[in-house]
């Protein structure tokens, strides 16, 4: 391995960031150390790794190293919604098996309940709550979907609450829906409110470097880590840096990069609020897969949340964010035309990596390095376990759930790009097609 080729550059207009209270000057990495184990990315999966690693090996010294500001990669720049299981209600393979799906359910509340723990011991203040998500319908189709979700729920013995046109409305205030479903084991959370504070409580065996991506890495073990002002020697690597891992030369052909976009209001005033009604907090995700995510956020702001490209993660286009801010523009008015003169404070786009298959990169990548990459869009929860796991499986720790996550496939083989790049933005546009109003 040399250089590492793919590197993130986020901007500051994520909303969950710059909203924050506090955020104290990043501390990079300066001159040569060495550390027992070095975590690579500090979104949910790197932050809990880190956490895990100090909790199971208190006398090691683990580095934590962030290309950018923790809060302000995807992590931070997510929708908020811990979930406990699956967004696409439509997927083919949802509660096929009934097996599978429970595995998947309990590997997601494990993540929750690390978070949760951390959030309770260290008092991170976040807006956690467990709001449960809206899967929530403005179609006939979408409609059906919900049936079928429904359905597909009782299969799985999970609960979850159907609502008419009025619960719906009486719910979320706005009459644009008019099915909704209701599952209760989601958390609605401020994501980099959560990251930073899950950063500022980690044990004191965990250094964290932010502003300090790792450009090149000469492969051991001993391995040794350049950043632009330091080196970094380690027996043990970790990396949790989702796509960014092709970078380093893993997965390269097998990663789908893509990136999708949130924008948020400026806070409602008490009138707006009231003129909308329903509860004060709620996070609906749209009946169709390419539709639009809406929270409505304690702050009195509106969260949207839609279009997804291809992209090599390059958050450069500023044409491509306001393409996306026009998008989210029109799904706000319609579901919101009362508030159409709110304008948003800010649109940021995220970038996610995918796998064709929806497999996870998990465990051993090399000697002396190990991922926990790839969540497909439900990295909050899923992020978090990952990251619990793969440290748990450094430290010669077994389990269930691990022994599970090991046995999982691995990404499939893509197509090269450009083919994969057109292949990817049509099904995506096909999507949106199908999608019509859940837009
Ligand atoms: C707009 C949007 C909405 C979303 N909504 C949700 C949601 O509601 N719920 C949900 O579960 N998921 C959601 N997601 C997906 C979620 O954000 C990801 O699944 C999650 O962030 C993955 O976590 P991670 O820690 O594995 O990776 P990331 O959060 O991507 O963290 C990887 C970190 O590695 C760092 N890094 C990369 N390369 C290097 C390097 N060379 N050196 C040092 N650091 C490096 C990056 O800067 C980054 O901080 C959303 C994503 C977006 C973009």
Request: aromatic letters at 8%.
């Amino acid at each position: 391995m040399g250089a590492v080729t793919l590197l993130p550059r986020y901007d500051r207009n994520n909303g969950w960031f710059e909203t924050l209270a506090e955020v104290p000057p990043a501390a990079p990495l300066s001159g040569p150390t060495e550390a027992d184990v070095v975590v690579v990315g500090a979104g949910f999966t790197g932050l809990a790794a880190a956490r895990r690693l100090a909790e199971l090996r208190p006398d090691a010294r683990i580095l934590l190293v962030e290309a950018g500001r923790i809060g302000n990669s995807a992590a931070g720049r997510s929708s908020g919604f811990a979930i406990d299981h699956a967004h696409n209600i439509r997927s083919e393979g949802f509660a096929d098996s009934a097996t599978y799906e429970r595995q998947q359910i309990a590997l997601n509340r494990a993540g929750q309940a690390y978070l949760a723990e951390a959030v309770t011991a260290h008092g991170i203040d976040c807006d956690w709550t467990w709001a449960g998500k809206i899967h929530a319908a403005c179609t006939n189709r979408g409609a059906r979907d919900l049936d079928h979700f429904a359905a597909t729920l009782d299969l799985i013995d999970e609960d979850y609450e159907l609502l008419d046109s009025d619960a719906t409305v009486a719910r979320l205030g706005i009459d644009y829906y008019h099915r909704a479903l209701h599952t209760p084991g989601t958390v609605l959370l401020q994501p980099a409110a959560l990251c930073r504070g899950l950063a500022a409580s980690l044990p004191a065996n965990v250094t964290v470097h932010e502003e300090t991506p790792v450009t090149w890495l000469d492969e051991g073990p001993p391995h040794e880590l350049h950043t632009d002002g330091g080196t970094i020697r380690t027996p043990e690597l970790v990396l949790a840096n989702n796509g960014f891992a092709v970078g380093f030369g893993f997965y390269a052909h097998h990663l789908i990069p893509v990136v999708t976009w949130g924008s948020m209001t400026r806070p409602l005033t008490d009138e707006e609020s009231a003129s909308i009604g329903g509860d004060l907090t709620w996070g609906v995700i749209p009946a169709a897969p390419s539709g639009t995510t809406v929270r409505r956020l304690v702050d009195g702001r509106i969260l949207i949340r839609n279009v997804y490209s291809y992209s090599r993660h390059s958050m450069a286009g500023g044409r491509f964010r306001r393409r996306a801010a026009g998008a989210h523009r029109v799904a706000f008015e319609r579901r919101f035309p009362g508030l159409a003169h709110v304008p948003f404070d800010y649109s940021w786009g995220g970038a996610l990596s995918m796998a064709r298959n929806g497999e996870p990169v998990f465990g051993r990548l090399a000697d002396g390095i190990h991922g926990a990459l790839v969540h497909n869009g439900t990295g909050l929860s899923r992020g978090a376990i990952c990251g619990k796991l793969i440290a748990e499986m450094v430290c010669g720790e077994g389990s269930d759930l691990l022994d599970g996550m090991l046995a999982t496939g691995r990404p499939n083989r893509n197509l090269p790009d450009p083919l994969l790049g057109w292949g990817v933005n049509l099904y995506a546009r096909r999507l949106r097609m199908r999608s019509g109003r859940e837009m």
